[in-house]
Structure formats: C-alpha cells, structure tokens
C-alpha cells in the first residue's frame, strides 16, 4: 500500500485545467444543473475519457446516490482516479480506447441516464468524433442526456476568434510567471514522482504528445449528434472559449 496523496494529485490537476479554463467550475454546475434538470438527482453516469474522475467528484458531492462509470486509456490519469476513489462502490473505471468499435462492451452497463465529458473529445478528429456519437447515441437511454464541454471553435468568427485567444493567452502568461504549473511542466512532476513515473511513461508511449483534433463548431457538434439519434441538440453554456453542447434522446 503506498502513501501517495491521491487528493493532493486530483488537486493539482485542477489548478492546471483552470490556467487553461478559469470558468471550469462554472460550466461543471451548468452540466450537473442539466442532468438534474432531465434525470434527477440519483442518475447512473458514464464518465467519458474521465481522467482523474472531476466529473465524478463533482457529480457525488452534489448528488450522493449517483453512480459513475469512468473510463479512460489514459494510465497515468486513471492511476490517480482509483487512488483517489478507493473504496467508494459507486464509482466504477474501465481502461478502454473511445476509438476501438468495441469499447462499449467493457462497460458494466448497457444504458446510462447521462453521458458526461469535459476538456476530452477536441483529440478526436471528425470521423471518429462522428462514430463515437454513434455509439453514444445506443447508450443514452430515452430522455437521457449527453453533454460534452470543450473547445469548440467557430469559424465563421475569425476576429473574435483571434481577440479572445490574445486576451486569454496574455491572461494565462501572467499567471505562469505567478507559478501556475501548465500541461507540460504538470506531466513532468508526474514522471518524476515514484508511483507515477511508470504509467506516466506508458501514458507517453500510447498517445504521444498532447495533440488536437479538428475542433469543430457547437453547431456542428449539435448536427453530428442529431444525425446519431438524439431528438434534440444544442449549446447550453459558454464562455468566450469554450462551450458546453447538450443532446437529449
């Protein structure tokens, strides 16, 4: 049994998404505020390339008889989740690639009431973003929800598209030089730490460095998930970066 401070590492992962997103919590209260809203407060939820599970622990501090299924390929991230969440039996995880056809068959259910992401999905470019929402489309239950939350960029907008980026990147520098940990400088206290140096390096191994896909429109998000099944589609938060698209089945 190590001693790792599991809830330290949850921490700290948090600190370096907000250098990224100072809005996050904000837009995790919108999405619990959803799934609220469309399943009540005990809902069975599919964590989706869960990471260290911040969904999850939002989603059981707010409502206590939710369960959450995670799931991740990521082992370094999915280390820190288990750490973190031993012992509490209403949170499950599963190692699985969201573009392996098959990877619905490893979860311990068939159908979830909502289907959560955030910060994930802008890795995948169009046609596997395309065909995991076919998939998610078979795995929300009717009048079940699907939220993802990410950088979602509008081309049609290209002048606000620059200002905004400008003032958050100048933003985002200043609180580097205060000593905000970024993505990069985040991973390598992770290599060096002894309990997750290894999956730290077999995180590395599978995806590479951090790499964007094709960041499509909310209105194209909303498009691809109607065309999958769901009845209804459309952003339900925003900030100047980032939006929060919502699908009902």
Known sequence: MNNTDWAAWQQSWDRQQEWYMPDREERFRVMLD???????????????????????????????????????????????????FAGDERVTFVTADLKDPAWT???????????????????????????????????????????????????????????????????????????ALDWADWWALAAKDPVLAEPTARRYEIYGEHADGDMPSARRHAEILRASGFGEARAVWASPSDTMVLAVK
């Open 34 to 84: 959803m799934v609220e809203a469309f399943v009540g407060p005990k809902p069975r939820v599919l964590d989706l390339a869960c990471g260290t599970g911040s969904i999850t622990d939002r989603l059981l501090k707010r409502f206590p008889e939710a369960t959450s299924t995670g799931v991740d390929l990521d082992p370094a991230l999915l280390t820190i989740a288990e750490g973190y």
């Open 105 to 179: 068959e490893l979860l311990p259910h068939d159908t979830y009431d909502a289907v959560l992401t955030a910060t994930a999905l802008h890795w995948l470019h169009t046609e596997p973003l395309t065909a995991l929402y076919g998939r998610l489309g078979a795995l929300v239950r009717e009048g079940g929800v699907f939220m993802n939350a990410d950088h979602m960029i509008d081309e049609t907008t290209p002048r606000i598209n620059a200002a905004e980026r400008a003032h958050r990147h100048a933003a985002m520098d200043r609180a580097k030089e205060a000593g």
